[in-house]
């Protein structure tokens, strides 16, 4: 199982950004995707799942409204699209990856996790 996550850079406060997570070996269709992020000096933060299965998605209160989740199913890619970025929105962003056993993503214990990719936004 592989997970990469891409997408991250510099940004200024108020821009967009879509971050990728592509995955390969294992059926992308069986599985759910989670995205989530660590600031420095702090714990790692939840923010979104997708299950490529049913499409169902769930998002913590911290990502209602700026945070979009989407997934590719023909490009094994599930994407997080952040709007209106703020300076704490700078984190390192992963995505991982859990077999889907149905009634939502919430909660699930990933055992899958990719690299993550470097989100910094500047005010």
């Known amino acids: 199982v592989q997970l990469q996550a891409s997408g991250g850079g510099v940004v200024q406060a108020g821009g967009s950004l879509r971050l990728s997570c592509t995955a390969s070996g294992f059926n992308f269709d069986d599985y759910a995707i989670g995205w989530f992020r660590q600031a420095p000096g702090k714990e790692r933060e939840g923010l979104s799942c997708?299950?490529?299965?049913?499409?169902?998605?769930y998002y913590e209160d911290s990502a209602k409204g700026r945070f979009t989740i989407s997934s590719d199913n023909d490009k094994n890619t599930v994407y997080l699209q952040i709007r209106k970025l703020k300076p704490e929105d700078t984190a390192v962003y992963y995505c991982a990856a859990e077999y889907y056993y149905g009634l939502g993503c919430r909660g699930y214990d990933y055992d899958y996790w990719g690299q993550g990719t470097q989100v910094t936004v500047s005010s």
């Open positions: 997708i299950s490529n299965s049913d499409g169902s998605t």
